[in-house]
């Protein structure tokens, strides 16, 4: 399977506790976006690498949320102290620009549901 | 954030009959892309559009880019019962600048078909 992984598919966790998801693109993708959804709406932007480089992080929901990608391949992402209000699920996705051009296609992974208790 | 108006916010069709959806936005963009969302999964790209006025099929599924670019619609023809799912239309807009980075999405059209 060459499409967007992301472990794990699930989780449960406990409020106060930090949380780390993964995402693996599709190996040739130099962008990896990751994104949140919440019951009944649609994805919402979170914050975007070029390779290793974090060019968007302004969306990110607040500094409990950061993310990594140290070799321009995988990325976590890691949310701290978690509230209620973070149960959601993220959406990591992956696509291949070159230069300025319109054309950027993302794929979705299956995503990530993390429950707060 | 942001979010597009997408229409109808739910369907309940019979087999075999053709379905409409549209998306509207208060804003242009350049790229309108349409996706499908089975429960528990991610979203699974359908079309893709590029230019204004548009035509763009794939199987029984055509989807139109606005001359406006601030619209798009999405037809199904035919519906099977596989075609069951959260459809979700979304823009991106690139400014020369390499900032083609964040997809805007609608709220999604809930569709159910009957057999």
């Known amino acids: 399977d060459t499409g967007v992984s992301q472990n794990p598919r699930h989780k449960i966790t406990k409020r106060g506790q930090n949380v780390t998801f993964r995402c693996d693109p599709i190996?040739?993708?130099?962008?990896l976006y990751w994104y949140r959804q919440t019951l009944g709406q649609g994805p919402e932007f979170l914050t975007y690498f070029q390779n290793e480089a974090q060019l968007e992080k302004s969306r990110l929901l607040s500094d409990r949320f950061s993310a990594e990608r140290p070799k321009g391949s995988f990325s976590t992402l890691e949310i701290q102290r978690t509230e209620q209000g973070d149960s959601a699920m993220y959406l990591c996705a992956s696509s291949l620009v070159y230069g300025p051009v319109a054309k950027n296609i993302q794929y979705f992974g299956a995503g990530t549901r993390l429950s707060v208790l | 954030g942001q979010q597009l108006n997408q229409s109808p916010q739910s369907m309940f069709i019979q087999e075999g009959e053709d379905v409409s959806m549209n998306c509207t936005s208060s804003?242009?963009?350049?790229?309108w892309l349409w996706y499908k969302q089975d429960p528990g999964e991610g979203p699974v790209l359908l079309i893709a559009l590029y230019k204004a006025g548009e035509l763009t099929s794939n199987g029984r599924l055509t989807a139109q880019f606005g001359i406006t670019r601030k619209d798009s619609f999405l037809n199904i023809s035919a519906s099977i019962p596989s075609d069951v799912g959260i459809y979700f239309c979304a823009g991106q807009l690139f400014d020369g600048g390499g900032s083609n980075y964040k997809l805007t999405f609608g709220k999604g059209t809930l569709l159910t078909v009957n057999p």
């Open positions: 804003s242009i963009f350049n790229t």
């Open positions: 190996s040739e993708h130099n962008r």
